[in-house]
């Protein structure tokens, strides 16, 4: 089916829909200049995942935030939302979208003016001690003495996003779950779908026989089994030709 008839197709799906969601990965924060996972120049193709694991980064923090500031926050503080970001964030204040799900930690969803976003994977903007659970905003650490320690008890203070091995807070569960159960169509944007429990959402939009369009440079396990609609294109120019059929941009 020809791209313009495909973009007009989902245009129509969302416009006939009651309750869409957007599902995001880190393919929506590509042209943000954030490497995506994996793939071509994935992070995991440099950096060894056991590193990010709960309990490696237990025993040797100081290795973990090492690589924690090269590989995140050496990139992603500076980085900007890009026309993906702000086109659900429009698409969101004119009613086409009701809330964005992502895998991502990057805030890009909030920096463009989303307000429903639940953050599976957390944030790198929030530190947490992990002996007694203060929370600060990530500035208050000078990340130039490693690891970072609680102002209060000394503790070692961790990102506020989610290691490999660490279970997603059950307020987020809910929080996913309850959007999913209410969605009659599903915007995957810009993800393999490959990681557990953030796929289990998918399932669960795909066994409530919520419509699902896939927006993706790649075919993924989802196109073929669960994707309604599949535009084969980057995010952001999708988005961009999507929201001019949507006339949602002003
Ligand atoms: N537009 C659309 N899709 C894109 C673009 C783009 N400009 N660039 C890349 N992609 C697609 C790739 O084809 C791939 O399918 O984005 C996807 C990125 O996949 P991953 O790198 O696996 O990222 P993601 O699916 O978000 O990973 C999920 O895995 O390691 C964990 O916690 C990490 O949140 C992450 C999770």
Redesign the pocket.
């Known amino acids: 089916m020809k791209y313009e008839k495909i973009l007009h197709e989902a245009a129509e799906l969302i416009k006939m829909s009651q309750y869409a969601v957007a599902f995001t ?4 924060s ?2 943000s200049g954030i490497p ?4 071509k120049g ?1 992070i ?1 193709k440099t950096i060894d ?1 056991n590193y990010f694991n709960i309990h490696f980064f237990e025993k040797k923090p100081f290795i973990t935030w090492k690589i924690i500031k090269q590989a995140f926050y050496d990139k992603i503080t500076e980085a900007k939302p890009n026309m993906a970001h702000y086109i659900l964030s429009v698409m969101e204040q004119k009613g086409f979208i009701k809330s964005v799900i992502t ?2 930690i990057d805030h890009l969803h909030q920096d463009a003016g989303s307000d429903n976003v639940i953050e599976l ?1 957390g944030t790198y903007k929030r530190l947490v001690c992990t002996k007694c659970g203060m929370e600060y905003d990530y500035r208050f650490a000078d990340l130039n003495y490693l690891p970072p320690t609680c102002f209060v008890c000394r503790g070692v203070l961790k990102p506020d996003f ?1 290691f490999f091995n660490e279970d997603l807070p059950k307020k987020t569960i809910e929080n996913a779950t309850a959007e999913i159960n209410k969605a009659d169509l599903l915007l995957v ?7 557990f429990p ?1 796929n289990t959402f998918i399932n669960l939009a795909r066994d409530n026989e919520v419509k699902i369009i896939e ?4 075919k ?1 396990a989802l196109t073929h089994y669960h994707t309604s609609l599949f535009i084969k294109n ?3 120019n999708t988005m961009e030709k999507l929201c001019r059929i949507l006339t949602c941009k002003d």
């Not at 990965?25 to 929506?28: K, S």
């Not at 995506?36 to 793939?39: E, S």
Request: aromatic content about 6%; proline content about 3%.
């Open positions: 990965g880190a393919g929506i590509a042209a995506t996972f994996r793939g994935g995991w995942p895998q991502n994977h989610i944007i810009g993800t393999r779908a490959e990681v953030a927006i993706n440079i790649d993924t980057e995010a952001e």
